[in-house]
């Protein structure tokens, strides 16, 4: 029996993350919605290029495949597009083959207010506005920063990365490290080594893709030839003595990740490099600007201490 929407996955996605809109979005800022409109009017049958977060929304999509019966996640489309500018946008979404029917199409207001309405458990934009606005109404979003597009259609794995803090966990110990240094933020970890974090705003997200894992693990014990398609890696600036409370945290919520990395500090490309992450999650700008030649898509999480005062 398929989930209820109460009970599946939900990614919003604005379409300024799904597709390329950089032409159409240099006609509003130059001429304004009018002709916008009649830009996307126009331009109706022309297909849009794909965004960022396109590779990962169109794997993400495929575990549906995997499991026709359940269909256990889903993505909604949420646009600032009135339905008629928003037309091109579906056309594109169809042409590409994307399974997404439930749209919510705001003419020109922010949509982050309905992320609740959709059980919505992460929000993706382009638009910064949008995103900081929706952190700041505690729901969970992240802003998709410019990348180089990798599509390679013969890789059917999808591949999430997260940083811990301020991401899968609240921002408690970064608030630590920040104010009272690297030696206090170990001393404090150590302290609470027993005491699980509490959730940071990706944390359903990341619980709910671990119930695809074991879906896919009791697949694999029905079909020995079954082929997982869900990794995920954990990939933080931790390192020991810290780490025994992010495994505290993570079995305190029954999840665990495919692999994790505790770098202490160490350049996170490195790694990234190697894992090719459909897409990373931080919420520490600086940690998203040395991909190795732009080609990770990588997202902002504006959460916590990290991100106090930033514009």
Known sequence: MAFQIEHKLVIGVASSALFDLTGSHQVYLDSGPEEYRKHQEQNLDVILGKGVAFPFIRRFLNINKCFPRQMPVEVVLFSRNSPETGLRVMRSIAHYGLDISRAAFMTG?????????????????????DVRKAIDAGYPAGLVLPSQINDDDDDIELRVA???????ADDESETVFKRNGLDQFHAHETE?????????????????????????????KRDPGYRKVLRIAIITARSAPSHERVVTTL???????????FLGGMNKTRVLSVFKPHIFFDDQLTHLT??????????????????????
């Open 192 to 220: 609470h080594m027993a005491v699980p974090h509490q959730p940071g705003p990706l944390a359903d997200m990341f619980q709910k893709l671990a119930l695809m894992q074991r879906l896919e693990e009791r697949m694999q």
């Open 290 to 311: 040395s991909a190795p030649g732009g080609t990770i898509p990588m997202v902002h999480v504006p959460f916590g201490v990290a991100n106090r005062g930033q514009i």
């Open 109 to 129: 207001q922010s949509p982050y207010t309905y992320l609740p309405a959709f059980n919505a458990s992460l929000f993706l934009s382009a638009n910064e506005d």
């Open 251 to 261: 079995k305190s919520w029954g999840v665990s990740a495919n692999e994790t990395f």
């Open 162 to 168: 997260f940083d811990f803090d301020g991401v899968l």
